[in-house]
């Protein structure tokens, strides 16, 4: 025990790969979830889409945010996650993926302090 908090490593027993707990994303003013959604309103207002169709395609271009399988009227469907269960991880590679297009677009975008 170190600095009064006990860390045990979980490791899976099919495969033996550590396992990782869940880190939720940062929420509300000035948080990681609130960057995200500026830098997308912003690529979105320059491509012409809303909100909903900008998250729909970030969801699908960013190869770091990962899909669920879904079943459906007997067939499955790989899905993008919910940003409610993204993690700190997937949030921050969903704000690089944002920097690469802005950046291909030619857009500045406003990081607000």
């Known amino acids: 025990m170190e600095?009064?908090?006990e860390t045990r490593?979980?490791?899976c027993a099919a495969c033996g790969?550590?396992?990782l707990d869940k880190r939720p994303r940062s929420t509300g003013p000035r948080s990681q979830s609130a960057h995200l959604h500026g830098h997308l309103?912003?690529?979105a207002e320059h491509c012409g889409y809303n909100m909903g169709e900008m998250?729909?395609?970030m969801k699908e271009d960013c190869v770091g945010w990962p899909h669920k399988e879904v079943a459906w009227l007997g067939r499955t469907h790989m899905v993008p996650?919910?940003?409610a269960?993204?993690?700190?991880?997937?949030e921050s590679v969903a704000i690089d993926w944002c920097h690469v297009v802005a950046a291909e677009l030619g857009i500045v975008?406003?990081?607000?302090?």
Request: hydrophobic share 45%; aromatic share 4%.
């Open 17 to 19: 790969q550590p396992i």
């Open 55 to 57: 998250k729909a395609v």
């Open 3 to 5: 600095g009064g908090r």
């Open 85 to 90: 269960d993204a993690t700190v991880e997937v």
């Open 9 to 11: 490593m979980r490791f």
């Open 81 to 83: 996650i919910s940003e």
């Open 41 to 43: 309103q912003m690529i």
């Open 109 to 113: 975008l406003r990081e607000e302090a």
